[in-house]
């Protein structure tokens, strides 16, 4: 019953054969925060900070990103958040923000390439992320990266941050552990690349697909292409699990995906080390694991590489589940 799939929730979510695999909440909201708590998330594994600046006509100042993040953290206790910095642009509009007006808004001056420029902004975002950072226990997650002079950049900002702080005298967590979202088929490729400058990749497969099979995430004429189990796009995960690995990273998957009961066999498969998912979807998806052992779900993982379209990955999956 689902009460029971609740209370089982709180504990650990462990293979037949004792792989363990992290479970973590997205949310957008404190209420979202009560509710990862709530079924049994060990992390946030994304924070999207949209909703700070959202509902409102000018951007929130550092004081007030401070104060809400340290909420998050106080119902978070020790558990992780990853704050995601803003990832505004595409398909996340905020009107105050002006976003240049351009003929491929998607390809175009979003999330972090707005927070470049924008250097006000974002530095604002990192001295909260920061200082909240104190209290909570907060890491940074880079969005929309698609080489490595973004992430370089990007680093660079959060340091500017570090050391405005440190002058001014301001308590901050210091150093903060540091992700990045890989949502480009460019990030995937070059995990290698990465590895060495962050310790987390978190695969936001609704970019990613969006961006592999170059399908506009959202419009509906184009609903067949918006399937991460295409073997498109599990090459690109493969990928970047095998290179983090390779590194000793970790690695996980913070899109719809991850929340897919149909996916989490594949996933873990492909041996992906974390699923975020939004927080209802976290007690289904850890009675899943705990059905699955880890040579089968390796085994349809590949049949899976090998299949011809999402449609068959999902027939497949979906049989694969019906025997568990
Ligand atoms: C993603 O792209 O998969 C993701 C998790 O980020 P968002 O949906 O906020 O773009
Ligand atoms: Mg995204």
């Known amino acids: 019953t689902r009460e029971q799939l609740l209370a089982s929730s709180h504990q650990p979510a462990l293979t037949r054969d004792g792989r363990r695999v992290k479970i973590a909440a997205n949310a957008g909201s404190e209420l979202d925060a009560a509710m990862a708590v709530k079924n049994g998330a060990e992390a946030i594994g994304i924070l999207r900070t949209e909703f700070l600046y959202l509902t409102r006509d000018s951007a929130p100042t550092e004081e007030e990103q401070k104060e809400t993040l340290t909420r998050m953290g106080e119902i978070m206790g020790e558990r992780p958040i990853y704050v995601r910095t803003l990832d505004v642009g595409g398909d996340k509009d905020i009107p105050y923000l002006h976003l240049p007006v351009e003929a491929n808004p998607f390809l175009g001056v979003r999330s972090l390439r707005f927070s470049f420029k924008k250097p006000d902004i974002f530095l604002t975002q990192l001295r909260a992320i920061l200082r909240a950072g104190v209290q909570a226990n907060l890491r940074i997650m880079l969005p929309m990266i698609s080489q490595l002079d973004d992430l370089i950049q990007a680093q660079r900002y959060v340091e500017q941050a570090h050391q405005a702080l440190e002058q001014e005298g301001i308590p901050h967590r210091w150093p903060l552990e540091a992700a990045m979202m890989v949502e480009t ?140």
């Open 185 to 324: 088929p460019s990030a995937a490729l070059l995990t290698a690349a990465f590895a060495k400058h962050l310790d987390y990749f978190s695969i936001g497969t609704n970019d990613l697909t969006q961006y592999t099979l170059a399908a506009e995430r959202g419009n509906p004429e184009l609903t067949s292409y918006h399937d991460g189990l295409h073997p498109s796009v599990l090459y690109l995960i493969r990928k970047v699990v095998q290179d983090a690995h390779q590194f000793g990273k970790k690695t996980g998957v913070c899109g719809e995906l991850a929340g897919d009961p149909t996916a989490v066999p594949i996933l873990v498969g492909l041996g992906v080390d974390e699923l975020s998912m939004n927080p209802g979807s976290i007690p289904r998806v850890k009675d899943i694991i705990r059905r699955l052992e880890l040579p089968s779900v390796s085994r349809l993982a590949e049949n899976a590489l090998q299949a011809e379209s999402a449609i068959d990955v999902r027939c497949m999956a979906e049989k694969f589940l019906s025997t568990l």
